[in-house]
């Protein structure tokens, strides 16, 4: 098992910037992907970048590539996601996920899931 806890985020003014920060514990050895995800009211969840735990090989969807930045720290057992150019549509509950896996930003191919944090962008 894994078991992740998501922090960092808050409220920010369009064109602003946040840090969310996913902790790891558990059998961090069955871990290959780590990915963010999010999911607005009324909408489905979706993902938003991943990276490979072991390597640097990241992945971003189209909505954030370029203003989000997906990194990892392998001695603190952290993955973070930089978000710049904050957006109101970025609005939503974002999600840390892991898979034991090397996949993409699909939700069923996560095994485990954190409980989120709010992001909320105002215009």
């Known amino acids: 098992q894994v078991q992740l806890e998501e922090s960092g985020g808050g409220s920010v003014q369009a064109g602003g910037s946040l840090r969310l920060s996913c902790a790891a514990s558990?059998?961090?050895?069955?871990?290959?992907?780590t990915g963010w995800f999010r999911q607005a009211p009324g909408k489905e969840r979706e993902g938003v970048a991943r990276?490979?735990?072991?390597?640097?090989?990241?992945y971003y969807a189209d909505s954030v590539e370029g203003r989000f930045t997906i990194s990892q720290d392998n001695a603190k057992n952290t993955v973070s996601l930089q978000m710049n150019s904050l957006q109101p549509e970025d609005s939503a509950m974002y999600y840390c996920?892991?898979?034991?896996?090397?996949?993409?930003?699909?939700?069923?191919?996560?095994?485990?899931w954190g409980q989120g944090t709010q992001v909320t962008v105002s215009s």
């Open positions: 996920a892991a898979s034991r896996g090397y996949v993409g930003l699909r939700t069923y191919d996560y095994n485990y």
């Open positions: 558990g059998d961090l050895g069955s871990r290959r992907t």
């Open positions: 990276i490979y735990n072991f390597g640097t090989n990241t």
